[in-house]
């Protein structure tokens, strides 16, 4: 569960010029939920999501994660919070280029010690859900973005994460790419029962997830629920 | 397992570069050969010195007459006297009889040292001849020597016996020879003691009968410069001394050899020769006897043969500066190339200090292996280097272990720096990187 009260970020770029990224954000997020955060370039969404995935940390306020505060940990923690708790799917995929889909599915395996017979069986297992068992031994110069992307999904859940976070991840992919991505966040949610943040652009993907989180400014804007049980059935057809 | 990992890792890396990685480690190779090289050949021939002077004998005391110098506080070098070397390595010493060592004080020397001393060997050389039987000959160096001479230099006797004091005091007209004169001159089935040989020498004929035979032994250092075939090769042809001093105005000796008994402390030895000198010379003008130790000239020898040689891997060691030097910029490129998958990695949950030993380890493995290419070229290098030199090839295990450790240490060290860099990267600004 994601717990944050009052959260600040601000870049100090000289007084008096404090620069405002994000204002007193409150926000809770259920596990289990897939919320859709939407919001302008510099909107200051990406920064929310760099503090939730424990890449940076707030200038003030809270934020718990699983009860555990997340605002006042060491680099080493927070690295620890990376690799065990969340997992990351970026716009570019961010595969390793000299290594097969196998290697780079291990590879937050390999920082959290998990044993190599253990890591090559999870990330086996992973492949399949996403459907790239046959790409397994792959570089990913060999492979198309949505099988990239679908590598890249399989690797955030490498260490059963609590939270996968998605920024943008269908933003360099063609509609119909995008969709299956998509449809594989469902999946996944719906199988895996995991807390998914998606940062998009685009309404009609935002659509398909539960709950619409809208960022303006560095404020919360509109947090509303999606009413799509319909939607969702049709994409899956 | 982390740690295989990681030298997976780094060879998958440097699969992708192989050019790159390959020029990065050429620096690592060129230094340790040469530093190898250099080391191997300098460790073969400070050996072979060693041995050639081990077999003159450790526990020697050459004693020569040499001239006193004027000035006492002037330098004096392990040669000698310090003014011209070459004078004193070819014993020529133009001084007279009456200011030569007679054998009258050598025997009340070795009657008064009779515990310390083992034997006192004398020799004198009469030039060079030639042995002829027949149509068969063999070149000859004469040297007029005194039955201690077979211990001072060691000669291993295969037949016969060495000059005695008999012989001495008769002046008999016997000689030593070579087992290599005998396989030149005799058949295989004849016993060449006892037998009678002619020596060719300026002009005149003389005969001398065998009495025994030595085992001649080549010194490797200075065969290869000689140029002459083996059997041409001119080995020593011993007869007495007083034989030798028969027709010679000089009838006593500038040098003398000085076998101490083991286990005597030479050093204190070389100073009792001299102060016994000493009273004999006194009221000489111009001559003095000099002592010198062998034990003490072996270490000067193979110090400044060690430091040589050291002198020259350290300058060699400088293209492994270099060579380190390559691998930190070729690391701090590998960083700042994969700054994106820094990110990535450290989005992923790793830790600076995974990122640090990956970095770290790929420095690691470049330099290793360079190190071990390096050490087989350097070991080659010594091979053909001490094999143009005339000497024996000398390994050392420790060396070579001694390089591979120093190689991985230059990998560790040089990529420090980058591997620290990649680290402390943070995983936003490493992400964002285009």
């Known amino acids: ?33 897939f919320v859709a955060l939407v919001g302008a370039s510099g909107s200051g969404k990406s920064t929310f999501m760099n503090i939730v995935g424990a890449l940076d940390t707030p200038t003030s306020g809270e934020y718990m994660l699983d009860n555990q505060s997340v605002h006042k940990m060491t680099q080493n923690e927070l690295s620890d919070i990376r690799g065990k708790k969340i997992g990351f799917v970026f716009q570019s995929f961010n595969l390793i280029a000299r290594s097969n889909s196998l290697k780079n599915v291990e590879l937050p395996m390999l920082y959290t ?37 679908r590598v890249a999904i399989a690797r955030s859940l490498a260490n059963d994460p609590s939270i996968v976070l998605a920024d943008e991840p269908t933003g360099a992919l063609d509609t119909k790419t995008g969709k299956m991505v998509m449809d594989i966040f469902l999946q996944v949610h719906r199988e895996k029962k995991k807390t998914i943040i998606l940062i998009t652009h685009s309404l009609e993907l935002a659509e398909m997830t539960q709950r619409i989180i809208t960022i303006s400014d560095g404020s919360i804007v509109s947090d509303v629920p999606v009413f799509h049980s319909l939607r969702t059935e049709e994409t899956r057809c | 397992m982390f740690y295989m990992e990681n030298i997976r890792l780094a060879f998958e890396s440097l699969r992708a570069n192989k050019m790159r990685a390959l020029l990065t480690m050429l620096g690592i190779i060129i230094g340790i050969a040469s530093v190898i090289g250099i080391i191997s050949v300098g460790n073969s021939l400070s050996l072979s010195i060693t041995s050639e002077m081990k077999n003159i004998g450790t526990n020697n005391i050459l004693l020569r007459v040499r001239e006193k110098s004027i000035d006492n506080s002037s330098f004096r070098g392990p040669v000698g006297n310090g003014r011209d070397p070459m004078s004193m390595l070819s014993g020529k010493v133009s001084a007279e009889d009456k200011d030569l060592m007679t054998l009258d004080m ?175 010379y006194k009221s000489n003008p111009k001559w003095e006897v000099s002592a010198i130790n062998m034990s003490s000239q072996i270490e000067i020898a193979s110090k400044m043969l060690s430091t040589v040689s050291t002198a020259i891997a350290v300058i060699a060691a400088i293209s492994l500066l270099v060579g380190g030097i390559g691998v930190m910029n070729i690391m701090l490129v590998s960083v700042t190339e994969r700054t994106r998958e820094i990110g990535t990695r450290k989005a992923l949950g790793a830790k600076n200090f995974h990122i640090r030993m990956q970095f770290i380890s790929e420095a690691m493995i470049i330099s290793l292996i360079g190190g071990v290419i390096g050490l087989f070229t350097g070991l080659l290098l010594g091979v053909t280097g001490s094999s143009l030199l005339g000497t024996a090839a000398s390994f050392s295990l420790p060396t070579i272990f001694l390089t591979i450790a120093f190689s991985m240490a230059i990998g560790i060290f040089f990529g420090y720096y980058p591997a620290n860099k990649a680290a402390k990267l943070d995983p936003i600004d490493a992400l964002r990187y285009e």
């Open chain 1, 1 to 33: 569960m994601i717990k944050v009260k009052n959260l600040e970020k601000k870049y100090f770029i000289g007084t008096p010029n404090e620069l405002h990224v994000l204002n007193n954000i409150n926000l809770q997020i259920e596990d289990g939920e």
């Open chain 1, 113 to 149: 010690g998990v044993s190599g017979r253990e890591r090559s069986r999870r990330a086996r297992a992973l492949l399949e859900l996403v459907g790239m068992e046959d790409r397994m031994h792959h570089l990913p110069n060999e492979l198309s973005g949505g099988q990239k992307q």
């Open chain 2, 106 to 280: 050598l025997s009340t020397f070795t009657e008064l040292y009779k515990s310390q001393v083992d034997s006192i060997g004398i020799s004198e050389s009469d030039g060079s001849g030639q042995v002829k039987a027949g149509r068969l000959y063999a070149n000859v160096s004469i040297s007029g020597v005194n039955p201690g001479y077979v211990r001072v230099n060691n000669l291993a006797m295969i037949s016969g016996r060495f000059i005695n004091d008999r012989d001495m005091s008769g002046r008999k007209k016997v000689c030593i020879v070579s087992d290599r004169l005998v396989k030149n001159i005799f058949k295989a089935n004849i016993n060449p003691v006892g037998q009678e040989v002619r020596l060719y020498k300026s002009g005149a004929i003389q005969t001398y009968s065998i009495a025994g035979v030595y085992k001649h032994t080549d010194s490797p250092m200075f065969m290869s410069a000689s140029t002459t075939s083996e059997k041409d090769t001119q080995t020593a042809f011993y007869i007495p001394i007083t034989v030798e001093k028969l027709d010679k105005t000089i009838k006593n000796f500038s040098t003398v050899t000085v076998m101490s008994n083991t286990g005597i402390d030479t050093g204190k030895l070389t100073k009792d020769i001299e102060r016994f000198f000493e009273k004999y």
